[in-house]
């Protein structure tokens, strides 16, 4: 097994590949992800012509995310009736050989700021939560943020394979709620990769 | 009143009155089960989207598309769920099944471990659905005879046991897609009369037509290749 092509190829020199390294794999790749899609929250059109939608924006991000290793990391993009009914907008899982089952899980939900955000169910981080819950502990979710109020350029992340825990005694799980993670950190772009890496993978 | 009776009422009831695509009169919960890779998304988007990709993409959770019908002049809108057949998505997918109408069990021919899960499936059926759901089991992939290991009559005799319709079928080259899911909604509409019949109260507010006036003969089960 070895990397061949996509973006991971233009990451890593090949000769620092470590096979087995999935969580550097993965950061390594969210990271050029993250980057791609920071080019387009701090783009502005000179002529105003160009506004990727928080769709498209969404889009870049698990696009760019396409590891060369099929038979062990995959993404799965969710259908828009998904969207709905699980709150995720992708869902990232390494896989066990030789089932392909996934051993571990990462579903994804991209939150916008207000101002571009999509209307949009008020259940939805819920329901991603009471989703991964379901699964169990090898399930994460991941609530990404492209840009927060105080700083629009960057994107946060927050993960955890406990929010049912964490929020057990909320009675709604809301942005602010969410944002509160955040709260007294210094500003770090692309936080969630370093939260990334302290999953054990296997 | 009958459980099914009330649903089948209920529902209709909603969907009069409501413009745009809530405009049907009746609406059917089923539901799409199976091991996983056996092909029930496949046969989905045979059916709703007339097209096939022989490209795998194992479902998450759990997924639903729309389909409205039409039998008797009645619009019947199907509401079709389509589940992961992978084991850590059983907790989500069996949240589904209350309330469903109707299912289709399915197996892939040429794995045997799918059709021995059949049994287990049934089961799942009868714990977290409710009696009256009416069950076709499809063989599917039966274009791949070459590789077939479940025999046309071990899949008839399974499905005679646990009192199921049967169908052999395939998504990629369409055969009995369209007739699965025909059968089923006929099976649907033979209970939901025989509901009305037993408890005339059930029908206010229900078409006055019953929806078995000509239901057609029954389809050949076996796959034609």
Redesign the interface.
Known sequence: MSPRTGIFAKLTPPSAINPNDFTRLISNCISFASTRTQEYLVFKDPEGKLQPSPLALTQVTHRSVNLDFTDTFNC?A??P??RI??G?DW?WAILEKPT???KIQIAVQVLHLPEREESRNKNVYQRMVE?CT???K??YALFLFFGKRDDKENIYGVLSNNFAAAFGKCDKIDRALLENFFKGLATKPCLFCQQLSSVKLP | MDLYGKMAATQDVKGKGEGGDQNFDYMFKLLIIGN?SVGKTSFLFRYADDAFTSAF??T??????VKTVYKNDKRIKLQIWDTAG????R??TT?YYRGAMGFILMYDITNEESFGAVQDWSTQIKTYSWDNAQVVLAGNKCDMEEERVVSVDSGRLLAEQLGFEFFETSAKDNINVKQTFERLVDLICDKMSESLDTDPAVTTGAPTAKLTDSAPPLQQPGCNC
């Open positions: 799965t969710m259908t009736e998904q009914l699980l995720a869902v392909k089952n996934p989703f379901s699964i169990g090898d399930c | 996983s993409v194992s998450v959770g759990i997924d639903f598309k992978q084991e850590r998505y907790t989500i949240a």
